[in-house]
């Protein structure tokens, strides 16, 4: 899915859309909201359905980590639960 911040700028007849898939850093991305927020700026999250090209590519890069061997099984997940 990807995630989109449509606000509705009050004293500008305009609606600014944000893709928040471009925003890689969580901080800067609760700094948005937090600003938005602040200055009074409504605002509405929306979700896009993913494209058949994205789902395949999201597939293609979960089997390459695997074959790469990066992933968590589930004893070893266990492990680092208790540790939490």
């Known amino acids: 899915m990807n995630n ?3 606000c509705s700028l009050i004293w ?5 859309i944000i893709d ?3 925003i890689k850093d969580p901080a800067k991305k609760e700094w948005l909201l937090h600003t938005l927020k602040l200055m009074g700026i409504k605002f509405e999250a929306m979700e896009k359905p993913q494209t058949v090209a994205q789902y395949n590519e999201d597939l293609e890069n979960g089997d390459a980590e695997i074959a790469a061997g990066e992933f968590t099984n589930a004893e070893d997940l266990k492990i680092e639960a208790r540790q939490w």
């Open 20 to 22: 928040f898939d471009k």
């Open 4 to 6: 989109f911040v449509k």
């Open 12 to 16: 500008l007849p305009m609606e600014l």
